[in-house]
């Protein structure tokens, strides 16, 4: 199994920026890929972004493209997302989650692992 662990998120002010981390522990030499997803009140869980765990190929979502930036320590074996610009509609609880098998890197059946979420507000 592998442990997935976020932090960092909070309550700041439209245009201000955050950095989110995940610190992966257990099995992590299994992990192929790890996302982020976010899911605000009354919608689905969405992906946000995704990384491949062995090199830098990152992709992300058309909401987030030039705002957010994807990174990973292979040697902590965490995960980051440095969030800048930050408007009200990225409020939302957001997770990590890994996939140690492939798949598709925005459906979240794909992954088998997931933190339990932390709290990005951002207030207008």
């Known amino acids: 199994q592998v442990q997935l662990v976020e932090s960092g998120g909070g309550l700041v002010q439209a245009g201000d920026s955050l950095r989110l981390s995940c610190a992966a522990s257990g099995r992590t030499f299994s992990i192929y890929v790890m996302g982020w997803f976010r899911q605000a009140p009354g919608k689905e869980r969405e992906f946000v972004s995704g990384i491949k765990w062995n090199d830098s190929t990152a992709s992300y979502a058309d909401s987030v493209v030039g705002r957010f930036t994807i990174s990973r320590d292979n040697l902590k074996n965490t995960l980051y997302m440095q969030m800048n610009s930050l408007k009200p509609e990225d409020t939302a609880v957001y997770y990590c989650?890994?996939?140690?098998?492939?798949?598709?890197?925005?459906?979240?059946?794909?992954?088998?692992?997931w933190g339990r979420g932390t709290q990005v507000t951002v207030s207008s």
């Open positions: 989650a890994t996939q140690t098998r492939g798949g598709v890197w925005s459906r979240s059946s794909d992954y088998d692992y």
